[in-house]
């Protein structure tokens, strides 16, 4: 089955400075047109009920003056009359979007009020408005543009009087050779005014990740374990086997908090002297800004890295825990907002690095998050988890190291944690294939029944896949330790008796 992929190839354009103008017009332009109609379609909703290409041909009825169509009910000539089809088509389309938008929003707040007022309360939720200003980049469709070259490209674009075509040149990535194009859009930043393709790459679905997983054990899987503090991510490649590959610490998180807790800070503090809370209130707009900003572009980054080091190690799946529900943590405004922001970016980074992996082939899943941090990735006990110089005991959350108890393990707690992620990808989507559900129970059964074999085997050191091995019968080593402390009865006081880590 054939799948697809796409991405979004930015250049920048080079061009006489009085043609910034040109651009600037043809933006203008598109945007009053855009607005001309959103109003149509606001004056005529049940428009809404028909799909884009039908839509489109209605609005065209509507508002353009053709022969066949003389008297149009709300005449496109009021505003110019020589648009050019593919012009006004993108600005149907982009106006019909955003009319989609606007209703729906509109009709969710609509059945809210509904069922407030049907229960006697009174709803004061204020209406979705629709946009007042419009700030749409300029879609080029067939038509509006020409000889394309990988380094320049001619553009019909509105220079305030007339139509002109413009040749202007294109630096930045070159576009793909084996991909589709889809219509550029020419997009303002400051100044500078840049040439963004949609580009479609098509190519042969991979197999599910059952199907990987199942078939052959050399399979790569990279892990991903996503922090709020000092690592931002730590990511570890394992093959289905079991053979840990590679390990990698993406950091910045620390820096990341201290810059927004201050900006969030300001904030508060603004806030304190206007008595004004809004967040589109003016003087904290340029602050939220640039939370927002930073907050984006690292997610951006840290996704990058981390499909870029799996495609590296030639993984072929990345998994993430599911990011859980958000519980917000007590204290000032700037730490409570501090983490709901990095709660946001979490969940930022997922979806960027899934849509990045998507792009090399790599499938993204997500496993179930508990005990992820607490569980030990060689023999599935609970481990102790310290600060540096502090006893390996107890279980601090956040602390950096880990510790089991059980066999021996040691290492860093969120690399610990990347790989209880990956193993139990592995052991979800080898369950069906396993003759009796399995259940996290029988581990502990089992210890008990073969202690008396394995109390001679050493704890191996080396790392391995303890689920799996354990699953299929095969040695036992992991189970040892516990087998014999039990015996002792003396289990250590961190570890509950009902040692279950369920692993799916
Ligand atoms: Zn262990």
Known sequence: M???????????????????????ATQALFNQVVAFYFEVIQAHEKLLDL???????????LTHTTQKNPTPVMPLEEIREDLPAVF?????????????SFFSHLQKWRKRKEKAVAKGKTFTERPPVPPRTWNKSVPFYGGQWK???????????????CWSWLKVRLTGRDLPTDAELGSPSLIRRGKQWWFHTPIEKHFARPATI?????????????????????????????????????????????????????????????????????????????????????????AHLVSARIVQFAHHHGATILVFEHLGNLKPERGKYSRRGNSKRAFWMKGRIFKYAK??????????????????????????????????GQPAEGYTEGAPLVLCHQCGMQGHADRNASLVIGQRLVARSQKPLQEKPSTPLPRVERVEKSTGVLLSQEVKRKEEPSSLRARHGGRNEHGTAQGRRRRMGT??????????????
């Open 2 to 24: 054939a799948a697809k992929s796409t991405t979004t190839i930015r250049q920048v354009l080079s061009f006489q400075p009085h043609q910034a103008a040109w651009f600037a």
């Open 51 to 61: 799909n884009n290409q039908d839509a489109l041909t209605a609005l065209e009825m």
């Open 88 to 100: 006004r088509r993108a600005a149907i389309n982009a106006a019909l979007g955003s009319a989609r």
């Open 147 to 161: 000889e394309r070259t990988p380094s320049s490209i001619l553009l019909k674009v509105w220079t305030g009087t």
């Open 210 to 298: 059952e199907r990987q997983i199942t078939t052959n054990r050399e399979t790569t899987i990279c892990a991903v374990d996503l922090n709020l503090d000092d690592h931002l991510a730590v990511c570890t490649i394992q093959t289905v086997e079991g053979t840990i590959l590679a390990t990698k610490f993406i950091g910045g998180g620390q820096e990341i908090n201290g810059f927004r807790k201050q900006q969030l800070g300001r904030i508060a503090r603004n806030r304190r002297k206007t008595g004004i809370i809004a967040e589109g209130e003016q003087d904290n707009v340029d602050l939220w800004h640039k939370i927002k900003h930073i907050d984006e572009s690292l």
């Open 355 to 388: 849509y990045k992996a998507w792009d090399q082939r790599i499938i993204t899943s997500r496993v179930n998050p508990r005990n992820t941090s607490r569980e030990c990735a060689r023999c599935h006990s609970l481990v102790a988890r310290y600060q540096e």
């Open 491 to 504: 289990p250590p006081p961190f570890i509950p008796r009902q040692l279950r880590l369920p692993l799916e």
